[in-house]
Structure formats: structure tokens, C-alpha cells
């Protein structure tokens, strides 16, 4: 495998911005403007800020990856990827949970919203697969799903791709089968990044920055590693120079 640049490395990972409002996502955001990484608005920040964040963060320059998640019948679910679309973010997500019609409605929405030239871009549109804090035990004995987290997620994956989607969210453990079953150029967004001696959280499928590459993955999300750092600069650095080792 040949070895990442800082660009390269850069463009892969997306920062989670899970901040309580625009100011202090904001002030997150310009610490790391100009690394060339994307960020990730997800529900905390999108449901105190609201469209406008996406706005002032597209005007700094970086790729959107809005994570709401969507999860609903599929004409509403075909409503909400229009609504999406025209807000101009690069990538967003669906659960995979909702099945084949609510995803092909997600990739209907985003035709519909660019047929009807209310949008300058189709996003990019992926399924949340297995929640990377979902353990082997929380699938088989809560959620009462049987079989392997990776058969669950390549599961999805299969669907999600049936449907039109261009990729999926899972952990990097995944990756290698997901490429194995829907091809190398199916797109895979793995959050569950921890670097080497820091805390997993409520993540429990993880893999270090590196593995992550070497595995393959295509983005990589990070949240608390960087945006809970003392210095999330720093922190962003370290990561890339581990990346690009
Ligand atoms: O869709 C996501 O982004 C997502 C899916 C998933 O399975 N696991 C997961 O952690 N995420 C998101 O990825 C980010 C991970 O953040 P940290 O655990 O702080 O690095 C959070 O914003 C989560 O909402």
C-alpha cells in the first residue's frame, strides 16, 4: 500500500463537530480551517444551530457531511433528502434499518431536489449500518438480531447498495467485507477512530488512525480524540502524521 500524504490524509477524515451551538462549533472549526479535512454536523449541533451552520461552514471552505440519520417511512424520508440536498452539504446519511424502499426514496429525494434545480450538487448519500457502539452481545441478546456484526453490516451494505446509495457507515473491522461484497468503490465512513492510549467512550468496535488506513477505509470520522483535546489542532496533526507514516 502506498504511503498517505498530508493531503491525502487529510481529505479522509472527518471531524465530528458535536459542539451545543454555532459559536462553539464555529470557533472549533477555525482552529482547523485550512487542514483540508471535511466536518461532520451531526444532531446536537444541526438541532441547536439549524441550516445556517451549514451555510457558515460551507463559506470557510470545508465538505459537509451532515449525520441526521434519517430514519422514517419513505415518503417522508424522500422529503427530507430534497430538503437536504438544496441545503448544499456533500455527504449525508440514512439508517439502513429503514430497508430498500426508504433508501431508494433518500437517492429519489436527491434526484428530485437537482431535477427540480433547487441544488448545485447531488451529495453523496450512505447508510448507517451497525451503530460502532453496538457490541456482538447488544446485536444478539438486546437488539435480538442473529449472527456477526459483520454479517449484519454487510447486510445492510448489500441493501444499501441495491438501492442506489453510494456507501455505508460501519467500523473499520467491517471494511475488508463490505469492499469483499459491494466492491472497492463502494464508499465506507468509519467512525470508532481512537489513536493508541486514548478513551473509547461508549465506542466499542475501534480501530487506531493507521489501521484504519491500512484496513482501507475510505473516511474516517473523529470526534473526542481532536474536538476534546486541549489543543484540537495539535491533536489533528498527530493523527495526520500517524496517517501518513
Ligand atoms: O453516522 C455516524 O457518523 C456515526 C455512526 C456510528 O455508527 N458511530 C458513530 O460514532 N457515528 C458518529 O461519529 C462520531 C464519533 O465521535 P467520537 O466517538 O467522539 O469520535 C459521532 O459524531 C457519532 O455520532
Known amino acids: 500500500m502506498s504511503v498517505l500524504s498530508r493531503v491525502e490524509a487529510a481529505s479522509k477524515i472527518m471531524v465530528a463537530l458535536d459542539k451545543p451551538d454555532a459559536a462553539a462549533a464555529l470557533a472549533l472549526a477555525d482552529r482547523l480551517q485550512g487542514s483540508g479535512i471535511w466536518v461532520k454536523v451531526g444532531m446536537e449541533l444541526f438541532f441547536a444551530a439549524g441550516p445556517s451552520i451549514v451555510r457558515e461552514l460551507k463559506s470557510r471552505g470545508f465538505?459537509?457531511?451532515?449525520?441526521?440519520?434519517?430514519?422514517?417511512?419513505?415518503?417522508?424520508?424522500?422529503?427530507?433528502?430534497?430538503?437536504?440536498?438544496?441545503?448544499?452539504?456533500?455527504?449525508?446519511?440514512?439508517?439502513?434499518?429503514?430497508?430498500?424502499?426508504?433508501?431508494?426514496?433518500?437517492a429519489e429525494g436527491v434526484r428530485e431536489a437537482v431535477e427540480a434545480g433547487g441544488a448545485q450538487q447531488a451529495p453523496i448519500v450512505i447508510a448507517v449500518t451497525q451503530l460502532t457502539s453496538t457490541s456482538q452481545f447488544v446485536l444478539n441478546e438486546q437488539i435480538g438480531i442473529a449472527g456477526s456484526i459483520?454479517?449484519?453490516?454487510?447486510?445492510?451494505?448489500?441493501?444499501?447498495?441495491?438501492?442506489?446509495?453510494?456507501?455505508?457507515?460501519?467500523?473499520?473491522?467491517?471494511?475488508?467485507?463490505?469492499?469483499?461484497?459491494?466492491?472497492?468503490?463502494?464508499?465506507?465512513?468509519?467512525?470508532?477512530?481512537?489513536?493508541?492510549?486514548?478513551?473509547?467512550?461508549?465506542q466499542t468496535r475501534i480501530t487506531t488512525p493507521s489501521e484504519a488506513v491500512g484496513i482501507g477505509t475510505d473516511y474516517l470520522v473523529i470526534g473526542r480524540p481532536i474536538t476534546a483535546a486541549n489543543d484540537p489542532a495539535t491533536a489533528l496533526d498527530n493523527i495526520l502524521k500517524e496517517m501518513t507514516e
Open 63 to 106: 465538505r459537509i457531511f451532515l449525520d441526521l440519520k434519517m430514519h422514517d417511512i419513505p415518503n417522508t424520508v424522500r422529503g427530507g433528502a430534497r430538503s437536504i440536498t438544496r441545503l448544499g452539504v456533500d455527504l449525508f446519511n440514512v439508517h439502513g434499518a429503514g430497508g430498500l424502499a426508504m433508501m431508494r426514496a433518500a
Open 150 to 202: 459483520e454479517q449484519a453490516v454487510v447486510r445492510y451494505a448489500g441493501l444499501a447498495k441495491e438501492a442506489g446509495l453510494q456507501g455505508v457507515v460501519a467500523s473499520p473491522l467491517e471494511v475488508a467485507a463490505i469492499k469483499a461484497a459491494c466492491g472497492t468503490g463502494f464508499i465506507t465512513v468509519t467512525p470508532g477512530i481512537r489513536p493508541k492510549g486514548s478513551d473509547a467512550g461508549d
